[in-house]
């Protein structure tokens, strides 16, 4: 059986990306991945109960697939 997504799993993805890129305030793509990674981090609870609801419908079958 496929392991089930994490929100945490997603959440230490967005910041990888983030540490991949040199800090930079004037970059969209810094910042957009920056202040994703702070809000998301702050919204736990929320953002776990979305990954639960995206999971029971399906959205991640394909990246949990062997």
């Known amino acids: 059986m ?6 945490e799993t997603l959440l230490a993805e967005l910041d990888r990306l983030r ?3 040199q800090a930079d305030p004037t970059d969209l793509e810094w910042l957009a991945l920056h202040h ?3 809000f998301i981090s702050y919204k736990m609870t929320d953002f776990r109960k979305y990954v639960e609801d995206e999971a029971r419908k399906g959205a991640f079958d394909e990246a949990e697939e062997d």
Do not use: G, H, S, Y
Not at 2 to 7: G, L
């Open 36 to 38: 994703a990674f702070c």
């Open 2 to 7: 496929p392991a089930k997504m994490r929100a």
């Open 19 to 21: 540490k991949d890129l």
